[in-house]
């Protein structure tokens, strides 16, 4: 049996994609509209991580931030309070590297195996079960988890050993966040100069100034202003703040990290946290009294 903790936007839909393989799954979640989304789809409910783990294989987390993952696992009701030796847990989450090869020891200790595997390509891809997967393991461990991520993800890589995938993906997104920090201001500079949106987005997306975040977010973004989210400006906060707490823990000083944290900061104050990323743009936009969209 799976089991499977964490059933929020990303981990509903992954979880969704193991019942879709035909994989026996218990799932476990605070909100319990959540869990009954899963049993409507056949997975059974677990009382508690603990009541979980005594009884499964691979125990599946897809958590908000490191301290939730680690009351989970260590917790009075936790994963490590109920595991038996042997039991395979995957850390889905986006969490600090320290914090997960704290707990990957300490889990074996007890005989079990902890890896982190976050995941990258949004909500849509978790619905498809296209996600990019990246690996901290061992070479041995990594085989044993690659036949339960092909469930989810269709690019599965091993980075290096546990807390290797948790870097790769802090440093992501947090080139990604800057990106996108940049691109909105970078916008809203050509609109107030009297340039239309659309010939911004033509010749740079074809120019050195081109990126992801242009691709990814203009025409479904910012021209429509829709801010539905893919990815939310709380979570793009959440991943750069486990970059600087990462720089801290390393020594380094992460002078454009910290400068973008704020501009999510600044949406967040707003009221835009639970909207996309891209609705960062309009903080740029009400500074300069215009706004970037095709009409």
């Known amino acids: 049996m799976i089991g499977f903790i964490g059933l929020g936007a990303m981990g509903a839909k992954m979880c969704a994609n193991l019942i879709k393989k035909g994989h ?3 799932v476990y979640d605070v909100v319990p509209a959540a869990v009954d989304g899963m049993k409507a789809l056949g ?3 677990a009382a508690s991580p603990a009541a979980m783990a005594a009884n499964a294989e691979v125990v599946f987390t897809s958590l908000p931030n490191s301290a939730i993952v680690e009351d989970t696992m260590l917790g009075a009701n936790g994963i490590l309070a109920g595991a038996k030796p042997g039991l395979f847990v995957i ?7 320290r914090v997960i090869q704290k707990l990957a020891k300490i ?3 007890k005989g079990v195996d902890l890896i982190d595997a976050p995941v990258s390509g949004g909500t849509a891809g978790a619905e498809k079960g296209t996600l990019t997967i990246m690996v901290g393991a061992s070479e041995a461990l990594f085989a044993k988890a690659k036949p339960y991520l092909e ?3 269709t690019k599965i890589d091993r980075i290096g050993d546990v807390g290797a995938g948790d870097t790769v993906k802090l440093v992501n997104n947090l080139l990604f966040g800057c990106n996108m920090a940049a691109l909105a201001e970078a916008m809203v500079l050509g609109v107030k100069a009297g340039l239309a ?3 911004l987005f033509d010749i740079i ?3 050195s100034g081109s990126s992801y975040a242009l ?3 203009y025409e479904n973004f910012f021209s429509k202003g829709n801010f539905q989210p893919g990815f939310m400006v709380d979570l793009e906060y959440k991943d750069l703040q486990l970059a600087i707490d990462t720089a801290k823990d390393v020594g380094m000083p992460l002078l454009f990290g910290n400068m973008a944290q704020q501009v999510y900061e600044a949406a967040r104050a707003k009221g835009y946290g639970k909207e996309d990323m891209s609705a960062i743009v309009k903080l740029a936009e009400e500074y300069a009294g215009v706004e970037v969209r095709e009409q």
């Open 24 to 26: 026996q799954v218990a």
């Open 205 to 207: 997306s074809k120019s």
């Open 43 to 45: 997975a059974t409910a």
């Open 215 to 217: 691709t990814a977010k």
């Open 91 to 97: 850390d889905l989450s986006s969490i600090t590297p």
């Open 197 to 199: 949106p659309r010939t």
């Open 107 to 109: 889990a074996a200790e």
């Open 151 to 153: 469930c989810i993800g």
